[in-house]
Structures are given as C-alpha cells and as structure tokens.
C-alpha cells in the first residue's frame, strides 16, 4: 500500500487541527515582549505575569510559545497579527538578548522549540 492508497480520514482532521491552531486565540505560556529597536526582551511567565507588566514606552510586540505576534494596543491589551515566528525566528531574537546581557558564545544557543527558547530568557538575566 504506497500513500496515495492510504485512508484519507486524516487528512480532514489535519485540517480541522490546523484550522483551530489558526484561529486559538488562547495565549501560549510563556510570552515575550519585543520592543522596537531593542534587543531587550520582557519574559512574560503567564497571565499573572502580564497583569503585572508595566506597560512600555513606544511600539513593542508580544509573542507567545506557538510563535504568534501580537501588537501591543493598550495597557495589557493585544491584537493578534497574522504573523507566526519560527523556532529560528525566536533564536534569532534570544541570541540579541544574550548579547545584550554580555553572554558569550550565543551561536551556540538551541533549542527544540518555541517554548524551550523563550523559557531559556529568565537564566539570562543579570543580577
């Protein structure tokens, strides 16, 4: 039996699953905050977290653990965009931030996904 004689049952819920990743508007725990320009990042914890960031002076953008970029509207209000990041796209902005603590050897810094990245943001704080 090669794949095209395979059952076809899985293909519909393939798309019922990314039809509903698509339009979740659950946020995915933990987040960050990107502020335009810099290469800081605010490590957002969960909901309790969020409710005590104080808000930030100029643009900046929350991104979850599934990679979905939200614009920051308002005190703690968030629009989604239809904009998702990739694993890469993450790496790209936790290596600036070790940067920018004075951490060497950034290049090396991994992951295996979205949320491993950004929880790998509080170890890099500076005291």
């Known amino acids: 039996m090669d794949h095209h004689d395979q059952p076809r049952h899985n293909s519909g819920k393939l798309r019922q699953d ?4 698509m ?16 290469d800081e990042l605010d490590y957002i ?3 309790q977290s969020w409710n ?4 930030s002076q100029g643009d900046a953008r929350f991104i979850d653990s599934a990679g979905r970029v939200y614009v920051i509207t308002g005190p703690r209000q968030l629009k989604l965009k239809n904009t998702r990041l990739s694993l890469n796209e ?3 902005l936790v290596r600036a ?8 050897c950034t290049t090396k810094i991994g992951a295996a996904n979205i949320q491993d990245a950004i ?3 509080p170890s890099m704080e500076r005291s």
């Not at 931030?97 to 951490?103: F, I, K, P, Q, V």
């Open 90 to 92: 993450i790496l790209t």
């Open 23 to 38: 339009h979740d508007d659950t946020i995915h725990w933990p987040a960050i905050i990107q502020h335009a320009g810099d």
């Open 52 to 55: 005590a960031w104080p808000p």
């Open 97 to 104: 931030h070790a940067m920018l603590e004075g951490l060497c």
């Open 18 to 21: 990314i039809h509903k990743l």
């Open 119 to 121: 929880s790998l943001i």
């Open 45 to 47: 914890a969960d909901q």
